[in-house]
C-alpha cells in the first residue's frame, strides 16, 4: 500500500452511484421486510412508504445542499464535524460504521440461508464465509470496477421489480394469469377496509418502513470519489429517490392489488408467487437468485461505506492512522480489511443466535440510521446558519427551515414508536449505550485534546 498518498480516486460516474444507492437501499427491506411490515399495516402500508419517502426526500436534499458545496469523504461525518463539532464528527462517523457493520452481519448470513436452496447440505457459516472474502476481495479493485459491478447487481433487482409490476398490472387490468378475469384492486380494501389494523398499525410498521430506507443516505459517502460533483450528485439524488419510491411503493400497491393482505408471506415470497401466477415453474429460483445478489450487494455497499468512514475517521485522528493509507488504486485497503475482520465476527454470531435476532439487528440499524439522518438535518441547519446573507447555494433543500424540523421531529417520533414496540424496545437500548460508549472513550482517550495536533501532523 501506499502510505504517501492519502488521495481517494474519482471514478465513480453518475450512473453508478445512482444505482449504488438504489443497490444499498433495495434489499431485505423490500424482499424480507415487507411481509412483517403488511402484517402489521395491512394496505395502510403504502401510506407509511409514502410519507416516510417524503422525510426521506427532505433529507437527502439537506444532504445533497452541503455535499454538492462540499464534496468531501466522509460526507455527513465530515459536515458533523464541520458545523455540530468535533465529538458530533466522530459520534456520526463511528455510529454509520456500526450501522453498516450490523447490516452486513444480517445480509452474509442471508447468503448462506439462500444457498441451501440450490446446495443443502453445507454449513451456512461456508457460504457467509464465502460472501464476506469476496465482497471484501471486490472493494480492492479501483472504484471505478466496484461501481460497475454494484450498478449490475442493483440492475438485477431492478428488472426483477419493474417486471413483477408489469406482471401485477397486467393481472390487475386483463387478468393475466389469471384466465383473463381482472383482479382489479378491490383487495385494498375488501379485507378489514384500507387500515384492517387501525392508524397504529401504520406507525407500529415505520421501524421496517425506515430501515427499507437504510442506505440512500449513501450517495453522500460517495461524495469523494465521484466525476463532476456539482451535476453528478444534484442529479442522483433527485433521481433515486423517486425511483425508490415507485419502487417500494409501486410493488407492494401491485402485491396487495393481487392478494390479500392477510395472505402476504404466508406462502412464501409475494414475488415468487407472482411470476408463478402467469406461469413461470422456475420463478423460485430466479427470486432466490435475485434475492441472493440483493444480500450480496448490501453486502459489497456496507463495506464499501465502513471503509470510507473509517478512512475519514483516520484523518481527523479519531481511528488508527493505518486506516487513512491507500492502494495505487486510491482504496483505503487497511479499512477495507478492518470492517472485513469485524465482519468475520459477525459470521459466527450469526452462526449461533437464534432467528428472532434478526429483527433485533434490523431495529438497531434503523436506530443508527436514524441518528445519522438526524445529524444531516442539524448539520445542514447550523451550514444555513454559517452562510452570509445573499450567498446562492448550487442546491438548495425546498421550504427551509420548515421541512427539516419536521423531518426531525418525525425522526424522534419513530424512535419513540421504537421504544413503545416490545420486539424494537432494545434497539433503544443498545443504540443509546453505543453513543454513550464512543463519548466516554472519545474523552477517556484525549481526542479532545490531541485532535488539533494530529491533523497538523497529519496535514
Known amino acids: 500500500m501506499n502510505s504517501q498518498k492519502r488521495e481517494l480516486h474519482r471514478g465513480l460516474e453518475e450512473r453508478h452511484i445512482t ?45 445533497g445542499e452541503m455535499a454538492v458545496q462540499k464534496p468531501v469523504a466522509g460526507s455527513f461525518s465530515k459536515y458533523a464535524r464541520d458545523y455540530l463539532g468535533p465529538l458530533a464528527g466522530y459520534i456520526t462517523g463511528w ?34 464465509l464465502t460472501a464476506l472474502v469476496a465482497m471484501a476481495t471486490v472493494n480492492f479493485l479501483a472504484v471505478k470496477a466496484y461501481g460497475e459491478l454494484e450498478f449490475w447487481f442493483a440492475l438485477i433487482k431492478i428488472v426483477t ?41 401504520v ?15 449513501m450517495i453522500g459517502v460517495t461524495a469523494g470519489e465521484v466525476k463532476n460533483p456539482e451535476k453528478t450528485l444534484s442529479k442522483a439524488i ?5 425511483r425508490i419510491l415507485i419502487f417500494y411503493v409501486g410493488a407492494l400497491f401491485v402485491i396487495m392489488s393481487v392478494y390479500p393482505w392477510q395472505e402476504i408471506g404466508t406462502h412464501g415470497s409475494p414475488f415468487v408467487m407472482t411470476f408463478k401466477q402467469i406461469g413461470i415453474p422456475a420463478a423460485a429460483g430466479i427470486i432466490n437468485f435475485v434475492v441472493l445478489t440483493a444480500a450480496l450487494s448490501s453486502c459489497n455497499s456496507g463495506i464499501f461505506s465502513t471503509a470510507r468512514m473509517l478512512f475519514d475517521l483516520a484523518g481527523h485522528g479519531e481511528a488508527p492512522q493505518s486506516f487513512s493509507k491507500v492502494t495505487k488504486s486510491g482504496v483505503p485497503g487497511m479499512a477495507v480489511i478492518a470492517s472485513a475482520a469485524v465482519l468475520l465476527v459477525g459470521v459466527l454470531l450469526n452462526y449461533v443466535v437464534p432467528a428472532k435476532v434478526f429483527t433485533w439487528v434490523t431495529s438497531i440499524a434503523t436506530f443508527g440510521a436514524i441518528w445519522t439522518w438526524g445529524i444531516i438535518l442539524l448539520s445542514q441547519i447550523r451550514y444555513r446558519r454559517s452562510l452570509n446573507p445573499g450567498t446562492k447555494l448550487k442546491y438548495k433543500m425546498p421550504l427551509f427551515p420548515a421541512a427539516s424540523y419536521i423531518s426531525l421531529a418525525f425522526l424522534v417520533f419513530v424512535v419513540a414508536l421504537m421504544a413503545y414496540g416490545e420486539d424494537t424496545r432494545i434497539a433503544v437500548v443498545i443504540g443509546p449505550l453505543w453513543i454513550i460508549f464512543l463519548v466516554v472513550f472519545y474523552y477517556a482517550k484525549g481526542l479532545h485534546k490531541t485532535k488539533r495536533d494530529i491533523i497538523n501532523k497529519a496535514s
Not at 409490476?165 to 387490468?173: S, T
Not at 433527485?238 to 423517486?242: A, G, I, P, T
Open 19 to 63: 444505482l449504488m444507492s438504489l443497490g444499498a437501499a433495495i434489499g431485505v427491506g423490500l424482499f424480507l421486510g415487507s411481509a412483517s411490515a403488511i402484517k402489521l399495516a395491512g394496505p395502510g402500508i403504502l401510506l407509511g412508504y409514502g410519507f416516510a419517502g417524503i422525510i426521506m426526500f427532505f433529507i437527502m436534499r439537506a444532504l
Open 95 to 128: 455510529n454509520y460504521w456500526f450501522l453498516w457493520v450490523v447490516t452486513c452481519m444480517a445480509e452474509i448470513t442471508a447468503v448462506g440461508i439462500y444457498m441451501e436452496y440450490w446446495i443443502p447440505g453445507v454449513p451456512r457459516w461456508v457460504w457467509a
Open 161 to 201: 421489480i419493474v417486471a413483477m409490476i408489469i406482471v401485477g398490472i397486467g393481472m390487475i387490468a386483463f387478468g393475466i394469469g389469471n384466465g383473463g378475469i381482472a383482479t382489479g384492486i378491490k383487495n385494498l380494501w375488501a379485507h378489514g377496509g384500507f387500515f384492517p389494523n387501525g392508524i397504529k398499525g
Open 203 to 217: 406507525l407500529m410498521s415505520l421501524q421496517m418502513v425506515m430501515f427499507a430506507y437504510l442506505g440512500i443516505e
Open 238 to 242: 433527485d433521481s433515486v429517490f423517486w
